[in-house]
């Protein structure tokens, strides 16, 4: 088990999930990602640069977080879940980048299934982990389409997409709906999420289309949506499992220490190197392996989650 240490380190918390191998400029719908990864450091230094205060607030979450992990949700409650409006904006060039409202609803359904345990592949967690596997028991409705054409040929990680002056589409009602912006960002990169504590203007889930929702076999190890699983964990508050660093910590207790990240489809069990060799948990959503090999958040997460929704939490007002 990881000590769970909370210094003002944790603003290394705003990531941009990301491929290693560069899109052909020519062409940058050319190349589909074979392999996960993060621009984080990058991103990081940007969003710092442009908002001091931000480790401050950042730093202040997860006090509030080591205090309220696993609180009972309060307020609106749908069914006695979190019920959360989903506003997808696109942003398209080419007529494969304007997708269809049935990927983006698959997109919804994917989400559902992997918060709800409803995943079709939960079961394939292995004996060592299952008794820490977590319903998250959070709901998505898709609220709303905004759909713009762009002449850009790729969008970048500096939220030029979620602002109207740069031809993007500003956030609707950030506060209380989850926005998520479908567009080339460029580089290989499949997508990248705001933490808690950050703008509203800026706040929610940008994800390549390629990687939207069920979009098809060309696009596999990406085709199962299970990016924006990854995307919305960060934006849930999320770390990476490995913590961003050699035998990191991800701030949850029951996940086991992660030399770094995993891959592909790792095969189990997988030990780290780190101290008392502990099987990694390869299957978790917060890992770098394909789609169809992460299936499952631990309890440690769903308590981590529940904290930013209660009372005075940083996503509270989801809940009112």
Not at 9 to 33: E, G, I, T, Y
Not at 262 to 276: E, I
Not at 299 to 307: C, D, F
Request: net charge negative; hydrophobic share 40%.
């Amino acid at each position: 088990m990881k000590k769970v240490i909370i210094t003002t380190f944790v603003a290394l918390m705003l990531f941009a999930c990301q491929n290693d191998q560069s899109a052909d400029s020519a062409n940058p719908d050319a190349s589909v990602a074979s392999r996960r990864g993060c621009a984080t450091q990058d991103v990081l230094e940007a969003q710092l640069k442009a908002d001091p205060s931000l480790a401050i607030r950042m730093n202040e979450i997860e006090t509030f977080t080591a205090t309220h992990a696993g609180s009972n949700f309060t307020g609106r409650l749908v069914n006695g879940k979190i019920e959360i409006p989903v506003v997808v904006n696109v942003l398209y060039r080419t007529a494969a980048q304007n997708i269809s409202d049935a990927q983006i609803q698959s997109q919804i359904d994917v989400l559902n299934k992997d918060f709800n345990a409803l995943n079709s592949d939960y079961n394939n967690v292995p004996a060592l982990f299952s008794g820490v596997k977590a319903n998250i028991g959070i709901t998505f409705v898709l609220d709303q389409v905004i759909r713009k054409s762009t002449t850009k040929t790729s969008w970048g990680t500096n939220d030029a997409m979620k602002k109207t002056a740069q031809g993007g589409i500003a956030p609707t009602s950030p506060t209380t709906k989850l926005n998520m912006w479908s567009c080339n960002i460029g580089g290989g990169i499949l997508g990248y999420a705001q933490f808690p504590g950050g703008s509203s203007a800026t706040d929610g889930v940008v994800i390549d289309p390629r990687y939207f929702g069920l979009s098809g076999a060309a696009n596999a190890p990406f085709n199962l949506g299970r990016t924006a699983t990854h995307e919305v964990g960060h934006w849930m508050n999320l770390r990476h499992i490995w913590g961003d660093a050699t035998c990191g910590s991800d701030l949850v207790a029951d996940t086991p220490t992660h030399n770094e990240e995993n891959y592909g489809v790792p095969a189990y069990p997988h030990y780290s190197t780190c101290s008392g060799t502990p099987v990694e948990m390869t299957m978790n959503y917060m890992d770098y392996v394909d789609d169809a090999a992460m299936y499952m958040f631990s309890t440690g997460q769903k308590n981590r989650i529940s904290a930013i929704f209660t009372t005075g939490g940083a996503r509270a007002s989801f809940a009112q």
